[in-house]
Structures are given as structure tokens and as C-alpha cells.
Nanobody
Framework: QRQLRESGGGTVQVGGSLTLSCAVS????????MGWFRQAPGKEREFVAA???????DYADPVKGRFTISRDDGENTVTLQMNFLKPEDTAVYYC?????????????????WGQGTQVTVSS
């Protein structure tokens, strides 16, 4: 079973930037897709971004042009660079791993999850 650990959350002002990182333990990191999701209080967990094993990228519309997902297969990490942050980006952000190589926006398609990291954007 893979273990995922996020880092890099915090509080930032509107328009600021944060970088989230996710370290993944276990074998085969380079063969499966990774994703980032977020969950705001009282809301369902929602898709943010995903990256396939061969760097096909997918972004939710609200973050397109502001967030960038990337992966380092040598370090078993996936990163979410978040720029021009807005108050509506405030949420707990989760890193997730699939058992498949292709990207997905569906929560149930991801089999392993991190514990989450809080991102707060203050106005």
C-alpha cells in the first residue's frame, strides 16, 4: 500500500502563491497517475488537477491558468504550484494516487490518499 504525505499548506493573502508537495512511498510511482483534490467546509471533495504517467495534464476550470501540477519520478513527488490565489481556493488539499496510468477527475478512481493540508487565502 502506498503512503502519501502532503506539505506546503498555509495562509496567504489574495493574489499570493503557495506550493504544495506530496511525497509517495512504495514502488511503481512512475507508472501511475496522481491527482490533487480539495474540500472546503460543508462542501464535497472536488477535483483540482491530475497528471498521468506520461505527463498528460488535466485541470478543473476554476484553477486553469493559475495552478500547475508536476511530478518528479526520481523523487516520487508530485507538486501543485498555486498562483494568484483567491479566497474561494481556501480548502483542505489532498494528494491522491491511482492504480491506473491515466488521469481522472473522479474521487473513487483514486485508491490512496494523503491526510490533507490546509490552504487559507485571506482577503
Amino acid at each position: 500500500q502506498r503512503q502519501l504525505r502532503e506539505s506546503g499548506g498555509g495562509t496567504v493573502q489574495v493574489g499570493g502563491s503557495l506550493t504544495l508537495s506530496c511525497a509517495v512511498s512504495g514502488r511503481g510511482f512512475a507508472t501511475y497517475a496522481m491527482g490533487w483534490f480539495r474540500q472546503a467546509p460543508g462542501k464535497e471533495r472536488e477535483f483540482v488537477a491530475a497528471i498521468s504517467w506520461d505527463w498528460k495534464l488535466d485541470y478543473a476550470d476554476p484553477v486553469k491558468g493559475r495552478f500547475t501540477i508536476s511530478r518528479d519520478d526520481g523523487e516520487n513527488t508530485v507538486t501543485l504550484q498555486m498562483n494568484f490565489l483567491k479566497p474561494e481556493d481556501t480548502a483542505v488539499y489532498y494528494c491522491a494516487a491511482r492504480s491506473e496510468s491515466s488521469v481522472s477527475r473522479i474521487v473513487a478512481d483514486y485508491t490512496d490518499w494523503g491526510q490533507g493540508t490546509q490552504v487559507t487565502v485571506s482577503s
